[in-house]
């Protein structure tokens, strides 16, 4: 999962893209993909000072759905003043990889009753690793101690590693009742990588839906899920992904901070979830989750960017 480019979505172009709904809207085509649960419409809201922009908003993300021939899923949330923004909040989607960040929590949940567990070293043979394992290729006949498996996992993506932590947590339950410990019970985990990320139209396993990733990611990032120093260092690992500049860190402006995890997979699953600092004032929580119609697609990091950007917009003005 390389990073990509840098932070070249402007909020302006963006949101350009709604003055012409009319001639998008006629050109037809709807998301490439049905729901594949969820009672939610695909209406977009936004708790916005006028109705107006909040009419712009929807429309961008409709006619992001059309050009992008995505089924897209959105929750932002600004922390400080409440408002939102939704659209297909409830529907199911593949995770991918964004569960590694519920995994690392999983591991420091446990650390806190188990002090010498992050400094453990786990062994690494050549039948442990797994396609994308860009940190523990490097470590194969060898070793990683757990901190390091959890930071190659969230901060580089290193499948082996995600499965190494899943080993220590009692395999896909051990996230999917992490998820619950954070008040989130509809998300889960049912298989290791790589096979997780198959993600086929209707299939629950492995799946979440817009609403309970942010809000789970909320709960571990900025509540109090895990004690004070497994937080800090979840924080610190997300803060140092290196899979999302072309993604959600492509949309915010350049002086803000992101701590996020991406994911991909099979249909063109894309999604990037993630709390974004401004300069001042409180951060916002955003998920943007989306997949395509045809087995072979390809995640489109842009769509993600452009999705971003008009969360800040939608949340800040």
């Known amino acids: 999962m390389p990073a990509g480019g840098g932070r070249s979505v402007s909020r302006r172009s963006v949101l350009s893209v709604a003055a012409a709904g009319s001639l998008l809207a006629a050109c037809g085509g709807g998301p490439a993909s049905t729901p594949s649960a969820g009672s939610a419409?695909?209406?977009a809201t936004a708790t916005t000072p006028g109705r107006a922009a909040e009419r712009e908003h929807e429309r961008a993300l409709r006619q992001l759905e059309r050009r992008f021939g995505a089924r897209l899923g959105v929750v932002a949330e600004h922390t400080g003043t409440g408002r939102t923004l939704r659209h297909r909040p409830a529907e199911r989607f593949a995770m991918c990889s964004t569960f590694k960040v519920l995994a690392a929590a999983?591991?420091?949940?446990?650390?806190?009753?188990?002090?010498?567990?992050?400094?453990?070293?786990?062994?690494?043979?050549?039948?442990?690793?797994?396609?994308?394992?860009?940190?523990?290729?490097?470590?194969?006949?060898?070793?990683?101690?757990?901190?390091?498996?959890?930071?190659?996992?969230?901060?580089?993506?290193?499948?082996?590693?995600?499965?190494?932590?899943?080993?220590?947590?009692?395999?896909?339950?051990?996230?999917?009742?992490?998820?619950?410990?954070?008040?989130?019970?509809?998300?889960?985990?049912?298989?290791?990588?790589?096979?997780?990320?198959?993600?086929?139209?209707?299939d629950p396993r492995d799946t979440t839906t817009p609403a309970n990733i942010a809000a789970t990611y909320r709960a571990l990032v900025l509540g109090d899920v895990l004690a004070a120093p497994g937080r800090e260092r979840l924080r610190a690992w997300m803060l140092a992904t290196t899979t999302s500049a072309d993604k959600m860190r492509a949309g915010v402006p350049e002086s803000w901070r992101v701590a996020d995890k991406t994911g991909s997979g099979g249909y063109g699953t894309g999604n990037d979830v993630g709390i974004v600092w401004p300069p001042s004032g409180s951060p916002l929580v955003i998920a943007v989750l989306s997949t395509r119609g045809e087995r072979d697609a390809d995640a489109d990091p842009a769509l993600i960017a452009e999705v971003t950007t008009i969360a800040v917009e939608a949340l800040t003005t």
């Open 41 to 43: 419409g695909a209406s």
């Open 106 to 202: 999983a591991v420091l949940r446990r650390s806190e009753d188990e002090r010498r567990l992050l400094r453990r070293r786990i062994g690494i043979s050549a039948a442990d690793l797994v396609p994308y394992s860009p940190v523990c290729e490097r470590y194969a006949g060898s070793g990683l101690t757990v901190a390091d498996l959890c930071e190659a996992a969230v901060s580089h993506s290193d499948n082996t590693a995600a499965n190494k932590l899943l080993e220590l947590v009692g395999g896909p339950r051990g996230v999917t009742a992490l998820a619950h410990a954070a008040g989130d019970t509809v998300t889960r985990l049912d298989r290791v990588e790589p096979d997780l990320n198959s993600a086929v139209p209707g």
